[in-house]
């Protein structure tokens, strides 16, 4: 990035890809995205089962009869689920690139990519519970 003795340019970028600016970064990142998305459909079977688990999801948030903050409770748990999972899906991917070997730090990198993922999911099955359960019970007791 230079000489070390100056003070840095702010004008210097932190990467080549970082200097794309205006229209065209929104169509690059969008083509990023894309592209990652396509790649963790692929790859990764637990995103995939996320997926379809959100494709039944949201739209059951949406024809539930709840207010509005707990219809974007019931999403958002949806969605960070996803989130945490594309996360996750990086650092192992870091991970693999860096080396196959086994190494402590490897492993408890991946390790709390998937804790991170359980605590998302545990989150999504509780708001779940306390939001959509007790509508889905008064529903299932009414047909009973």
Request: glycine residues 6%.
């Amino acid at each position: 990035m230079g000489n070390p003795s100056r003070p840095p340019d702010p004008n210097d970028a932190e990467s080549p890809y970082k200097g794309v600016g205006g229209v065209q970064r929104v169509m690059n990142a969008l083509r990023y995205s894309m592209r990652g998305l396509v790649l963790a459909w692929r790859l990764e079977s637990a995103f995939r089962q996320e997926l379809v688990l959100a494709l039944v999801l949201i739209p059951a948030a949406l024809l539930l009869p709840v207010m509005a903050l707990q219809r974007l409770a019931l999403i958002g748990s949806v969605l960070m689920v996803l989130v945490v999972e594309l996360l996750n899906s990086s650092v192992e991917a870091a991970i693999d690139r860096i080396s196959l070997d086994h190494h402590r730090l490897s492993g408890r990198a991946k390790d709390f990519g998937s804790a991170a993922v359980f605590i998302a999911l545990l989150f999504c099955v509780v708001a779940w519970c306390l939001i959509a359960g007790p509508i889905l019970a008064l529903e299932i007791a009414r047909h009973l």
